[in-house]
């Protein structure tokens, strides 16, 4: 029954991960073993390890240590068992930091030893450093906690480099593990410093409480922990699996409504797959491709029915092409560059009557980005300065809101932003990211890494919005056009995109019916959230009955 409820567990998205971190927390907490009366408390062991040290230094075996501060109240994270004691790192460790070497050509000459860096091993060299076991601690950079992991042993012949600490438990009062378990547990954010390269200095190192039980304790936290990790690797091996046999199902069931070409075979497959929504709709992925296919289906015009009495799209486009020469005529907007013509081999799919192919930049009064001379106004307040990370997956959303204050004149005025616009990221790893501005805002610019895109007709915005950001149609389309390694876009780019463009009356039906399914996504996802924070309960008490 317990190791079904695991597996059950494990399915769900980042389960395991969860399992492995609750783990090592209960362990590190003393709450995954049974305390032993019998053992010899922690205090007894920092009492003769102190003792020790004292003579050593006495017989001038090594030098005199710093004295640690005592640890205050606010700094112990929880409650310890009978028999444990908060320690400082330094006192029931060595730093051996000052034998590390920087590593030379020739010593990576490929060679039996590993060579480790704050990230696990680097590479083999042919010369070593350490021939005993010790644990590693990632000092700097993006590493500096070892990605997944914050310590990790070795053993053996190794050669380390000076990006990763390295540390001698005393063992008479910690084993090497119980120190792993513990510091991979523990949040230690609070000790690096550093902004652009984060760091764990080793005063902060050494300044770390840690929670020690007794030896024989660690042992058997080590012990318990290790077969609990194992079960959690099969488990994720497990779970690997079926999620790749459920993305395949996912994928090729949805894959099936896409396929439809005509709106009675898209009913008709629809009913197939709304058979298997329980097995379908069980994971966030799943939810997000569903949103995705509604949204293809949409632009392809197979969500909703065309009336053939609808004005067509060619009709639409001749208004806004006289619209448009009226504009540069007085003088309102400038003169717009030909468009290339669209070929046969460029339109993905085929439209359904009504619909026209068309290009975005004739669709347009405006399309240009933000001025690379922002630096110069940037203000604590001011106008609304919107930058790429402020455009999330559909929408302006400000974590942490930028401002300007804009002299008369300056060039950067054209890029104000009125009700209406599309605003679409152009650089970085962001890029073609889409909002559309449904609200006045009382002044607001874009950055250079935004391009803001203004409609000759705004009823126009809606849709394009939702083409914009479904990802097999609209911004699959843009990205293709991304230039190199680098992800970025530049306006021309989005002047030419490709637009399957829908009668105004079918488009209003479209936007009506993919909002009404994209809620139904919403409530899908908030009870998925549910269930999974009582997955997580359940996962607490399972491992709590496994100890």
């Known amino acids: 029954m317990l190791l079904s409820n695991l597996e059950l567990l494990a399915t769900a998205p980042g389960g395991v991960a969860r399992l492995r971190e609750l783990i090592l927390t209960l362990a590190v907490q003393g709450k995954l073993v049974p305390q032993d009366p019998a053992d010899e408390p922690a205090s007894v062991l920092?009492?003769?390890?102190?003792?020790?040290?004292?003579?050593?230094?006495?017989?001038?075996?090594?030098?005199?240590?710093?004295?640690?501060?005592?640890?205050?109240?606010?700094?112990?994270?929880?409650?310890?068992?009978?028999?444990?004691?908060?320690?400082?790192?330094?006192?029931?460790?060595?730093?051996?930091?000052?034998?590390?070497?920087?590593?030379?050509?020739?010593?990576?000459?490929?060679?039996?030893?590993?060579?480790?860096?704050?990230?696990?091993?680097?590479?083999?060299?042919?010369?070593?450093?350490?021939?005993?076991?010790?644990?590693?601690?990632?000092?700097?950079?993006?590493?500096?906690?070892?990605?997944?992991?914050?310590?990790?042993?070795?053993?053996?012949?190794?050669?380390?480099?000076?990006?990763?600490?390295?540390?001698?438990?005393?063992?008479?009062?910690?084993?090497?593990?119980?120190?792993?378990?513990?510091?991979?547990?523990?949040?230690?954010?609070?000790?690096?410093?550093g902004m652009t390269v984060p760091k764990l200095n080793q005063a902060r190192l050494t300044s770390i409480p840690v929670a020690l039980p007794p030896l024989p304790e660690q042992f058997r936290i080590v012990t318990r922990v290790e077969a609990l990790m194992r079960l959690c690797d099969a488990l994720e091996a497990k779970g690997q699996l079926e999620a790749a046999q459920h993305a395949q199902l996912v994928s090729t069931l949805l894959g099936t409504l896409t396929a439809s070409s005509t709106s009675d075979e898209l009913a008709d497959n629809w009913q197939r797959v709304a058979q298997h929504f329980d097995l379908l709709l069980d994971r966030p992925e799943a939810i997000d491709a569903l949103e995705q296919t509604l949204l293809q289906l949409a632009v392809r015009g197979l969500l909703v029915p065309q009336d053939p009495n609808d004005e067509p799209a060619s009709v639409l486009l001749k208004k806004i092409r006289a619209e448009k020469d009226r504009l540069i005529a007085t003088g309102q907007i400038k003169r717009d560059k030909p468009l290339p013509p669209i070929t046969e081999e460029e339109k993905p799919f085929a439209l359904p009557a009504g619909w026209e192919w068309v290009r975005l930049g004739l669709l347009t009064s405006l399309i240009t980005s933000g001025s690379r001379s922002w630096k110069d106004f940037y203000a604590k307040e001011g106008a609304t300065f919107i930058r790429s990370q402020d455009i999330k997956y559909d929408r302006l959303e400000f974590d942490e809101r930028a401002f300007v204050k804009l002299p008369a004149g300056a060039e950067g005025v054209r890029t104000q932003v009125q009700l209406h616009d599309l605003l679409v990221t152009i650089t970085g790893a962001n890029v073609g990211k889409a909002a559309a501005v449904l609200e006045r805002m009382p002044e607001a610019y874009v950055s250079q890494h935004v391009a803001l895109v203004r409609m000759l007709e705004v009823r126009l915005v809606d849709y394009l919005h939702l083409l914009l950001v479904s990802e097999h149609e609209g911004r699959k389309l843009l990205l293709a056009s991304s230039y190199g390694a680098k992800p970025g876009l530049n306006l021309q780019n989005i002047n030419d995109l490709l637009v399957p463009l829908p009668t105004l009356a079918e488009q209003s039906r479209i936007v009506t019916r993919v909002n009404a399914l994209r809620r139904l996504c919403a409530d899908l996802r908030q009870r998925l959230a549910e269930r999974l924070y009582v997955q997580a309960r359940l996962a607490e008490a399972l491992v709590q009955e496994v100890a």
């Open 46 to 193: 920092l009492q003769k390890i102190r003792a020790e040290k004292d003579r050593l230094i006495a017989e001038g075996k090594i030098k005199r240590d710093k004295p640690l501060a005592e640890i205050a109240e606010e700094e112990k994270p929880f409650e310890l068992p009978e028999g444990w004691a908060w320690v400082r790192l330094g006192e029931v460790v060595e730093v051996l930091d000052s034998l590390r070497k920087p590593v030379t050509k020739e010593d990576r000459l490929p060679g039996p030893y590993p060579y480790y860096g704050a990230s696990g091993i680097v590479d083999y060299v042919s010369a070593y450093i350490f021939d005993e076991p010790l644990v590693l601690v990632g000092e700097d950079g993006a590493k500096w906690g070892a990605g997944d992991k914050t310590a990790f042993p070795i053993a053996g012949k190794t050669w380390v480099n000076n990006h990763a600490h390295v540390l001698k438990p005393v063992r008479a009062a910690l084993e090497d593990m119980y120190l792993v378990n513990f510091l991979t547990a523990r949040d230690l954010s609070e000790f690096i410093t």
